[in-house]
């Protein structure tokens, strides 16, 4: 095993409203947001986790959440310094912001990058009024449109747009539309996720009318032709970015790199070559109590050795190019050998293919890939 590049994971875990299929940890904001406190328990946590990483400077950071455009610019760019001063980074660092359209005030973008952001990533979700207010967004499709508008005149052309489809009574026309408008917005990466119905959310417990599998096939088909001709390749799951745009953070995730997660609920991975393992850390959920205990009381798990070729696996396949045999080696220690037997099967059903040196998902493999993942397990 090799230490990997190291990225940092900062979670922000308020948003205005929180939207009823959402099961992130967030939380709607309902006093004033404790902004300077956040900021100063943030740069704690990251003081009390930097040992287990020291002399490994930061190749890219995601503030993610929640919504961290509710922090403001002066406010993230403490916390910046604070990584900068305290891990070091890299020279082509990746810095990301996810940003709700309905954050943004006029100007805002240029004082995020004043700050240190790099790339930011919006929530766009669709352009459809009824969608829109069907999933509890709270704002406008203008106002998205003119968050892009702002971040173009910003320097930022690097962001992404999130689009969610599969919504309730959408049609392939109505998806394509949404994509539509979206490209002409010039995002430099898209990324589009089924609507899933997760457990605990208000839409499990009142589940909408979702299109069927052969309605939401034929809306891959055609958001997938039109990414193509307008210039974007599929690399992810749901990733799709133009050249020299795919987003770093999440592919060190996807190659099974290291991340320090702070900040309510946030999940780290940590390898240490010398001891030949890999430590997971989740820091404390509920924001008010993250805000009250000592950030040593993060919790940290070895991974067991008997669970890395599933842990790897679940990211490597979500890439189109797969992984290769060193990578593997290199992250987890182990033969590549150990996956012979338990991917035998989707490779009998053309699942996944093998190359001379590398594994990967097929087409139809990236539709199943639980049923690839499931027989690692055993
Ligand atoms: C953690 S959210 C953060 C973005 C930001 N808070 C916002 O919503 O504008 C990241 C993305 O996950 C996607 N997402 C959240 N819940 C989902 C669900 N149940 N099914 C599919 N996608 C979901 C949305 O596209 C969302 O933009
Ligand atoms: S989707 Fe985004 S804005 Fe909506 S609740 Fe989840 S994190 Fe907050």
Same mark, same amino acid.
């Given at each position: 095993?090799?230490?990997?590049?190291?990225?940092?994971?900062?979670?922000?875990?308020?948003?205005?409203?929180?939207?009823?299929?959402?099961?992130?940890?967030?939380?709607?904001?309902?006093?004033?947001?404790?902004?300077?406190?956040?900021?100063?328990? $943030? %740069?704690?946590? +990251?003081?009390?986790?930097? /040992?287990? #990483?020291?002399?490994?400077? =930061? !190749?890219?950071?995601?503030?993610?959440?929640?919504?961290?455009?509710?922090?403001?610019?002066?406010?993230?760019?403490?916390?910046?310094?604070?990584?900068?001063?305290?891990?070091?980074?890299?020279?082509?660092?990746?810095?990301?912001?996810?940003?709700?359209?309905?954050?943004?005030?006029?100007?805002?973008?240029?004082?995020?990058?004043?700050?240190?952001?790099?790339?930011?990533?919006?929530?766009?979700?669709?352009?459809?009024?009824?969608?829109?207010?069907?999933?509890?967004?709270?704002?406008?499709?203008?106002?998205?449109?003119?968050?892009?508008?702002?971040?173009?005149?910003?320097?930022?052309?690097?962001?992404?747009?999130?689009?969610?489809?599969?919504?309730?009574?959408?049609?392939?026309?109505?998806?394509?539309?949404? $994509? %539509?408008?979206? +490209?002409?917005?010039?995002? /430099?990466? #898209?990324?589009?996720?089924? =609507? !899933?119905?997760?457990?605990?959310?208000?839409?499990?417990?009142?589940?909408?009318?979702?299109?069927?599998?052969?309605?939401?096939?034929?809306?891959?088909?055609?958001?997938?032709?039109?990414?193509?001709?307008?210039?974007?390749?599929?690399?992810?799951?749901?990733?799709?970015?133009?050249?020299?745009?795919?987003?770093?953070?999440?592919?060190?995730?996807?190659?099974?790199?290291?991340?320090?997660?702070?900040?309510?609920?946030?999940?780290?991975?940590?390898?240490?070559?010398?001891?030949?393992?890999?430590?997971?850390?989740?820091?404390?959920?509920?924001?008010?109590?993250?805000?009250?205990?000592?950030?040593?009381?993060?919790?940290?798990?070895?991974?067991?050795?008997?669970?890395?070729?599933?842990?790897?696996?679940?990211?490597?396949?979500?890439?189109?190019?797969?992984?290769?045999?060193?990578?593997?080696?290199?992250?987890?220690?182990?033969?590549?050998?150990?996956?012979?037997?338990?991917?035998?099967?989707?490779?009998?059903?053309?699942?996944?293919?093998?190359?001379?040196?590398?594994?990967?998902?097929?087409?139809?493999?990236?539709?199943?890939?639980?049923?690839?993942?499931?027989?690692?397990?055993?």
């Amino acid at each position: 095993m090799i230490n990997p590049p190291l990225a940092l994971y900062a979670h922000f875990p308020w948003c205005v409203q929180k939207c009823p299929y959402c099961d992130f940890n967030s939380y709607t904001l309902k006093e004033q947001l404790p902004e300077e406190r956040y900021i100063e328990t $943030l %740069r704690r946590d +990251l003081d009390a986790q930097a /040992a287990a #990483v020291e002399g490994r400077p =930061l !190749t890219s950071i995601f503030l993610g959440g929640g919504t961290p455009s509710l922090f403001s610019p002066n406010a993230i760019g403490r916390l910046l310094e604070h990584a900068r001063a305290r891990l070091g980074f890299v020279d082509s660092i990746e810095i990301t912001l996810e940003a709700n359209p309905g954050t943004i005030e006029r100007g805002r973008f240029a004082e995020y990058r004043a700050a240190g952001v790099t790339r930011v990533s919006l929530g766009a979700q669709s352009f459809d009024p009824r969608q829109l207010q069907r999933l509890g967004r709270i704002h406008s499709a203008d106002e998205t449109r003119i968050a892009a508008e702002e971040l173009h005149a910003a320097g930022l052309a690097n962001f992404n747009l999130d689009l969610m489809y599969a919504l309730p009574g959408q049609t392939p026309a109505d998806a394509e539309s949404d $994509l %539509r408008i979206a +490209l002409a917005l010039e995002p /430099a990466h #898209v990324s589009q996720y089924h =609507l !899933t119905i997760e457990p605990g959310t208000v839409f499990a417990a009142a589940p909408p009318t979702q299109p069927t599998d052969e309605v939401v096939d034929e809306m891959l088909d055609r958001s997938l032709r039109l990414l193509v001709d307008a210039g974007f390749e599929q690399y992810e799951v749901s990733g799709y970015a133009r050249a020299g745009t795919r987003c770093a953070h999440n592919l060190n995730y996807w190659t099974f790199g290291d991340y320090l997660g702070i900040g309510a609920g946030a999940h780290g991975k940590i390898s240490d070559a010398s001891r030949q393992i890999i430590v997971r850390t989740q820091q404390t959920r509920e924001p008010r109590r993250y805000l009250a205990v000592d950030p040593e009381a993060l919790v940290r798990k070895p991974v067991a050795v008997r669970d890395l070729p599933f842990e790897f696996a679940m990211n490597g396949f979500r890439l189109v190019e797969g992984f290769s045999d060193q990578q593997f080696e290199s992250r987890t220690g182990l033969a590549v050998s150990v996956l012979d037997r338990g991917l035998a099967p989707a490779l009998a059903k053309a699942l996944v293919t093998r190359g001379r040196d590398t594994w990967r998902a097929t087409p139809q493999g990236f539709r199943f890939l639980n049923d690839i993942l499931v027989a690692l397990l055993d």
